[in-house]
């Protein structure tokens, strides 16, 4: 049994950061100038050579190193102490930062349903009519 490290798959790992950063292959073939034939290709592959990889990093978002170095338990580790400890170090309140006001939506699903209402009595005042 041979106790030898795997060397990473590089485009395994261009993958998953893409996955989490919530990106199609055909919108980082189009970043970088290439078909999403080569995007699935590249992906492929347990080599990318620098220039793609380069390119693709800056697209991403991330360092090449962060690309070469990635692993599924790093990032689920940094979710956690991130996470967590946020949690944790803020005690029981939370800062949930709305980016609009809830009571100007709760007025303008009321006034929807006011109108649907005035709908509804103009059809039943216009088919009592018809009779």
Known sequence: MSTATK??????NISRIRELRG???DALASA???SQQSISNIEASETVDEEKLQAIATILGVSVEAIKNYSDETVLNNIQNN???????SGPTMNNNCSFNPLDKVIELYERLVQVEKEKIEYLEKLLKEK
């Open 32 to 34: 970088i100038g290439v």
């Open 83 to 89: 996470y967590e400890g946020a949690v944790i170090n």
């Open 7 to 12: 060397p990473k798959h590089i485009g395994r």
């Open 23 to 25: 990106m199609k292959q």
